[in-house]
């Protein structure tokens, strides 16, 4: 199995920054089938939505609304992947989801996720 903690979460004004980080921990074997991790967030009564994703090649994709404010990455050397949150706005306010996915060599496919980090953000 793989274990997601997210850590980075608080309280933060309107047009400040927060860095968001996902640390993988658990089985080698399934943390290296890791091929996408990505950031997803969800507001009371809401669906939880997609934020940015990250592929093991480095390959990088943005909701729309967050293109050009959030930045995804990814160190592979600690199984970490972080989301830099600038210019945040109020309506960032959520819990932020790490997610990974991949597929064992014998063709499982895997889909984690952590527990969640709450952003405030205040106006």
């Known amino acids: 199995q793989v274990q997601l903690v997210e850590s980075g979460g608080g309280l933060v004004q309107a047009g400040g920054s927060l860095r968001l980080s996902c640390a993988a921990s658990g089985s080698i074997f399934r943390i290296n089938a890791i091929n996408v991790m990505g950031w997803y967030r969800q507001t009371p009564g809401k669906q939880r939505e997609l934020v940015a994703i990250?592929?093991?090649?480095?390959?990088?994709n943005y909701v729309d609304s967050m293109k050009g404010r959030f930045t995804i990455s990814g160190d592979g050397a600690k199984n970490t992947v972080y989301l830099q949150m600038n210019n945040v706005k109020p309506e960032d306010t959520a819990v932020y989801y790490c997610n990974a996915r991949g597929t064992t060599p014998v063709g499982n496919d895997m889909d984690y996720w952590g527990k969640g980090t709450l952003v405030t953000v205040s106006s």
């Open positions: 990250i592929t093991s090649g480095g390959v990088t």
